[in-house]
Nanobody
Framework: VQLQASGGGLVQAGGSLRLSCAVS????????AGWFRRAPGKEREFVAA???????????YYADAVRGRFTISRDTDKNTVYLQMSSLKNEDTAVYYC???????????????WGQGTLVTVSS
């Protein structure tokens, strides 16, 4: 399984970007997908996650710092996970990583596969 993250770039504060994470290979079943980020000089941190199951349907989770500004979604037909980011702030500057995992990953944040990261730079 390979994850290819894209969509990063330079954006002004208040602007928007959409990150994509294309999944290839034998990618199933991996009902949990997440986005994480690592800012310069900081530890990697959770950003958002989405999980789908027959019992619970689709649920999304967000870090407090991005709730209300970021939206995670998943297109199973295209095997792609998205992160729509709006009202970007300087502190959102980081390398963003996508990840894919089993049902419990949304709770444990232990994912099986990781993308290579895409850089988002927010300028004032």
């Amino acid at each position: 399984v390979q994850l290819q993250a894209s969509g990063g770039g330079l954006v002004q504060a208040g602007g928007s970007l959409r990150l994509s994470c294309a999944v290839s290979g034998r990618a199933g079943p991996y009902p949990s997908a997440g986005w994480f980020r690592r800012a310069p000089g900081k530890e990697r941190e959770f950003v958002a996650a989405i999980v789908a199951s027959v019992l619970t349907g689709t649920k999304t989770y967000y870090a407090d710092a991005v709730r209300g500004r970021f939206t995670i979604s998943r297109d199973t037909d295209k095997n792609t996970v998205y992160l729509q980011m709006s009202s970007l702030k300087n502190e959102d500057t980081a390398v963003y990583y996508c990840a894919l995992g089993g049902l419990g990953a949304v709770v444990t944040r232990v994912y099986d596969y990781w993308g290579q990261g895409t850089l988002v730079t927010v300028s004032s």
